[in-house]
């Protein structure tokens, strides 16, 4: 028997503005430690399955109409998004959002707040560790966020995921905009980091491609409902799957 899932999506329902149903009988479940890849097109609603997850999608006026959420086996709908995070679920939202006007260091000790209940050791401590995943953070440590390249943007969204040391890192779409090379020592990172540290990964993609290299599973929706399942190797042996989403048509 599989163990329990550590965030459960049963059955869920979402609408914006009490009117615009944009989930519709979504499932999806991650695995303890497992790389879940969720892929889909422009406005398949994979953006708004995170922020259902972590509660960000009340901010945008959306709500769940049916279904649970359950991360760690308890209901995550309804629960105010820091809870969470100091349960273990970590959202990278998309666009890499850091304090521009603040420096590297600096981004990375305003996410101590975040850390988990259960986690031990100091600041320093985090910031050795995230530091020690992506170097060209430590040697930019003192430059403002703003002046960081996109890449290193997208490393130091990911660095403050780390600081709070989650069993769950949610990532929106890490590769968008980034060049290729930028992007696969991205994946390298997010790969180390989930096998070292046992943090369950689920990465929202629209590069499929890049994302089924480090996934344990995939799941691919389509207007709001998952229209394909299963591993890597399971898609790429699927007709459809390389036609429509791996360009191998
Ligand atoms: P993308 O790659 O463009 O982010 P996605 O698969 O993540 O695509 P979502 O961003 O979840 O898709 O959007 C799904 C649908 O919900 C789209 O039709 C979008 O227009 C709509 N939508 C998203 N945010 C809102 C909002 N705040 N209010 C109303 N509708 C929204």
Redesign the pocket.
Known sequence: ASPDPLLDIENIEVV??HT?Q??RGLSIRVAPGAIVALL????????????TVSGLIRL???GLTAGHVRFRGREAWGREPDRLVHDGLFHVM?GRRVFEDLTVEENLIAATYARSAGSAGSTDDALAMVYGYFPRLKERRKGLAGYLSGGEQQMLAIGRALVAEPQLIML??PSLGLAPMVVEEIFSIVLRINRERGAAVLL?E?NAAIALAIADYAYI?ES?RVVIDGTPAQLAANQDVQEFYLGHG
């Open positions: 914006y503005n615009v944009v989930l889909g097109a422009n406005g398949a609603g994979k953006s708004t399955t995170l922020k945008e006026n959306g998309e929106d779409e929202v629209q929706m709001g």
